[in-house]
């Protein structure tokens, strides 16, 4: 009862819910902290003159993590009819630094009929995301961190300024879409691209579009303990090239030949004008569960140009415990990016920075004190030789408690 009349209470606060706020509202949470050992390797590569350059320092520490908490809620009014209002408010907590409420959780509101679905307007989960997270299984937020799961990691996630329609379950048959508007916004920074300059907070740069910026799809099959999906997601930017400075800023040959600088790169991560796919299938009977992902695009930051992942999951639960693991292999189109320096108006190739095959592992253990509390402990892995990803590990060890 209390929790109801503080559900209630909060609705009435936050602004748009005020009108609704009789219906079935849900104050809901999770506080999830860990302690984490992350080891990241520098990554090199070598200048025009043959010199080894640091591109990344690593580094490796222990440090007492926030896994995404947070704190929301969510609720549904009838407006009669077969039609119903709903809505979602839900925020990041920050356990450990105090950075609350500033996350990009899902904030969104909408209609929807009996009959022909929902449609919502907010930040939301992306239809990629719908898919292609029946393989996020695991509690510690590092596996995003060192990219690991999946190539959708940042654009296939939650995405703001986003319309959403949802179908009905058609005898376990469904579809969703997703279109992205992001806005306009000045250029701050004369050296940057004025597309690449982004709103705090958004995903996405502004300016990508004068229309859509993103849009995504997906059709998904559920009968059982079996699942199957197939998704896809575009951006719709220009398709101009070079990376964080446009030609004229790029260091010169002499810049160059005297170790000043290692050029530019004349390739976007992500491809703003690029796309991506995936499919997923998914087994969960019993204590048994399991999880094949293929993901095919180049609309993320992990590689230049087109990456290629398989991403397999399986678990087994006795009792109050669970075992997962995950394998993961990610591979890039393009083995050597070109780096390119001014020679007068013209650019010319000095080098190049080197892109490999990334195995990627995840070994998990959780143990269950109740349906609302559970501890684990977990280690995820990264092995490659490149210029740009070097060899990560972490180890995580958590408590979550949900309400």
């Keep these: 009862m209390k929790k109801s009349i503080l559900a209630l209470a909060v609705a009435v606060a936050l602004p748009g819910l005020a009108s609704v706020a009789h219906a079935d509202t849900t104050l809901y949470g999770s506080a999830r902290v860990s ?76 209609l929807k009929g009996a009959s022909w679905g929902a449609v919502t ?15 996020d299984i695991f509690n510690s937020s590092a596996h995003t961190f060192i990219q690991t799961s999946y190539l959708g990691a940042t654009y296939g996630l ?37 597309e690449l300059v982004a709103f705090p907070g958004n995903r996405l740069p502004a300016n990508l579009s004068d229309t859509i910026d993103m849009w995504q799809l997906n059709a998904t099959y559920k009968n059982g303990p079996f699942f199957a999906g197939v998704t896809y997601m575009a951006l719709d930017g220009p398709g101009f090239g070079y990376f964080f400075n446009d030609p004229a800023n790029y260091p010169t040959i002499q810049d160059v030949a005297a170790g000043n600088s290692l050029g530019g790169v004349k390739y976007t991560s992500p491809t703003w004008d690029g796309d991506q796919w995936g499919l997923a299938f998914g087994y969960n009977a019993g204590p048994f569960s399991a999880s094949l992902n293929y993901e095919d695009g180049d609309v993320n930051r992990l590689h230049f140009g087109d990456t290629q992942n398989i991403y397999v999951t399986g678990s087994y639960t006795f009792g109050n415990n669970i075992i997962r693991g995950a394998y993961g292999f990610m591979s890039p189109d393009k083995g050597n990016i070109p780096l390119f320096a001014r020679r007068g108006a013209n650019l010319v190739e000095v080098g190049s920075y080197e892109q490999d095959d990334i195995n990627n592992w995840i070994l998990g253990y959780q143990y269950n004190f109740s349906k609302r509390t559970r501890v684990w402990v977990e280690y995820i892995g990264a092995d490659t030789d490149s210029d740009l990803v070097g060899q990560r590990q972490a180890v995580s060890i958590g408590t979550r408690h949900d309400f």
């Design 121 to 135: 307007a907010g930040t939301q989960w992306t239809p990629y995301y719908n898919v292609m997270g029946i393989a």
């Design 158 to 194: 939650r995405m703001d300024n986003s319309l959403v329609y949802t179908s009905p379950n058609w005898s376990g048959f469904g579809f969703q879409a997703m279109l992205v508007m992001n806005g306009d916004v000045r250029a701050s920074d004369p050296t940057a691209p004025s």
């Design 35 to 110: 302690v984490d050992y992350i080891d990241l390797d520098s990554t090199y590569t070598t200048d025009s003159r043959g010199n080894l350059v640091r591109i990344f320092p690593g580094f490796a520490n222990w440090d007492v993590v926030n896994n995404s908490s947070r704190w929301g809620v969510r609720g549904e009014g009838d407006l009669g009819g077969g039609l119903s209002a709903i809505y979602q408010y839900e925020f990041g907590v920050d356990m450990t630094e105090g950075d609350n409420f500033n996350s990009n959780r899902p904030k969104w509101v909408g």
